[in-house]
């Protein structure tokens, strides 16, 4: 079972530019989320999802948009890439209702110089 | 709203001794508890979770924790560490309608010979 699958896994992006990170689940989970992780911060949620078409904002927001086109797929975009977003980056998933356990990606690295 | 924290952003333990994590949570309501672990360059995978069925919850790997709403703690341990235990350990709990998930800072275990 492939799960939840990131791409890519590795970026370098110069201050500026722009780019799109894919997540894909074949889990038919209805939630999925974005999470990006800092050392000694653990995991800050930037957005989810918690249906196809629907997406919400998380505690750290700014900088990204995201689209939930269809159900498997959830992406992150970075309009303007600045260093403060050099990162790793993990999808989760999981099923709707309370107490499921969330499912993640294997994480992309994202550096921005 | 929900939160946890983890006290002790680093332990280290000999082979063999036991393992104690801790973890304590903030919700106005019954919580649903994980405990997550991330090994270096990977994602975050389930070790366990507490869903109100049992006080007591064991996981893979030989690792258990007990919910003790007294104390609104969720502290994670095994009896006898493995070299294969360093690792990154998260705890976190879900919001009440289960489509946002809370991370700690996470607890790194580093075990010695």
């Known amino acids: 079972n492939a799960g939840v699958t990131q791409t890519p896994k590795f970026r370098v992006l110069k201050t500026g530019q722009s780019m799109t990170l894919l997540c894909a689940q074949d889990?038919?989970?209805?939630?999925m989320y974005w999470y990006r992780q800092d050392p000694g911060m653990g995991l800050r949620l930037i957005h989810y999802?918690?249906?196809?078409?629907t997406t919400a904002k998380g505690e750290v927001p700014d900088g990204y948009n995201v689209s939930r086109l269809k159900k498997q797929n959830f992406l992150l975009g970075l309009e303007s890439a600045a260093p403060s977003q050099t990162s790793v980056y993990f999808c989760a998933s999981s099923y709707w209702g309370t107490g499921n356990t969330i499912y993640f990606g294997e994480g992309s690295w994202l550096t921005v110089v | 709203a929900q939160s946890v924290t983890q006290l002790g952003s680093h332990v280290s333990v000999s082979e063999g001794a036991l393992v104690l994590l801790r973890c304590n949570y903030s919700?106005?309501?019954?919580?649903?508890l994980f405990w997550y672990v991330q090994y270096p360059n990977q994602g975050l995978q389930l070790l366990l979770k507490?869903?109100?069925?049992?006080?007591l919850v064991k996981g893979i790997n030989g690792f258990e924790a007990e919910f003790k709403k007294s104390e609104t703690s969720f502290h994670l341990t095994k009896p006898s560490a493995h070299m294969s235990d360093a690792a990154e350990y998260f705890c976190a709990v879900s919001s009440m309608a289960g489509n946002q998930f809370y991370f700690g800072t996470g607890t790194s275990l580093t075990v010695i010979p």
């Open positions: 507490y869903t109100s069925a049992a006080t």
């Open positions: 889990m038919n989970h209805e939630y």
């Open positions: 919700s106005s309501v019954p919580p649903y």
């Open positions: 999802s918690v249906g196809e078409g």
